[in-house]
């Protein structure tokens, strides 16, 4: 079977659903809110008590302590207070706090995703400030020298997601043409198998294929069954009294009665004929009576 034949074909019914498609497809990327997302990041810094050690540069005095700090830090700004507290300062977007995956170091990412922009932006700032709002209240009772404190590495602008708009406009478009050839060729293969129905002549009686034993017959087939096995029973019971004449035998033997009871009557009649000629006085009335002049 040639697709594209197909195609050609059923043209108009191909070319309708692909309209209706893209018109679903295009509503769909006009209705669909577009969702934005803005990140930033924080890094943990080693207390400069410690950092004096490396001649004041913190940056040298990374430890698995400042990590496990980091995962406390991230716990907090996650928590369901937390995330109430922030709402009721009007941070209502939602967000996400987690540990850097591609370094080692103490860096927690914030990822705020929402479909205002302006408040996508607004919530990564308030929930970025945490941050260093849980860090000091977690060393509260600690010495400024002796402190680990957070430095802001990046604060990126929100940016609209495409991936969110785009896997529901897939799915609508990819239905759409798979609806598309598959009642295309549903409809084909019902029109040609229509054609060939009218071609093919109805089958006759004695055409159709033998039934097996256990098939049950049509009421007319079973009908004429019945009928011939009652003639072939009654000719049966006609052989016991002896063999019946046939028709040409019965009639044949008529014409030859006739024949026999007409020569019985012509011989009949010649028999009748002699006995006048020989009876007395048969000359006497045979010769003719002369006239008198």
């Known amino acids: 079977m040639d697709f594209w034949s197909i195609l050609r074909r059923r043209w108009i019914l191909a070319g309708s659903l692909l309209l209706l498609t893209l018109i679903a497809t295009a509503y769909g990327l006009v209705k669909l809110p577009t969702s934005y997302q803005s990140l930033s990041s924080v890094v943990l810094l080693a207390p400069k008590n410690t950092a004096k050690v490396y001649g004041g540069n913190p940056y040298l005095a990374f430890s698995a302590t400042l990590n496990e700090t980091a995962d406390v830090v991230r716990y907090e700004t996650n928590d369901s207070r937390t995330v109430a507290l922030l709402v009721s300062r009007g941070y209502t977007a939602s967000y996400l706090v987690t540990d850097a995956t ?3 170091g103490p860096v927690l990412i914030v990822t705020v995703t929402g479909k205002n922009k302006a408040m996508v932006e607004q919530t990564l700032s308030g929930v970025t400030a945490e941050i260093s709002t849980k860090l000091e209240a977690l060393q509260a009772d600690i010495t400024p020298g002796n402190k680990i404190h957070s430095l802001l590495i990046t604060f990126n602008q929100p940016t609209p997601l495409t991936s969110k708009k ?3 406009l897939s799915v609508v478009a990819g239905g759409g043409i798979a609806l598309t050839i598959g009642v295309t060729l549903i409809v084909d293969a019902m029109a040609v198998r229509r054609r060939r129905t009218d071609k093919v002549p109805p089958l ?3 055409a159709m294929p033998p039934r097996r034993r256990d098939e049950a ?4 087939r079973s009908a004429r069954i019945s009928e011939r096995t009652a003639r072939d029973a009654s000719g ?3 052989d016991s009294w002896g063999p019946m004449p046939e028709a040409d035998d019965i009639r ?5 009665s ?4 007409h020569a019985d009557d012509i011989r009949t009649g010649s028999d009748r004929s002699a006995r006048l000629d020989h009876a007395p006085g048969a000359d006497q009335r045979a010769k003719p009576t002369a006239r008198r002049p």
């Open 258 to 261: 006739a024949r026999l009871d």
């Open 166 to 168: 785009a896997r529901p």
């Open 252 to 256: 044949t033997g008529s014409d030859r």
């Open 217 to 220: 017959m049509p009421p007319k």
């Open 236 to 238: 049966a019971k006609a």
């Open 102 to 104: 591609d370094t080692a």
């Open 204 to 206: 006759r009686d004695d």
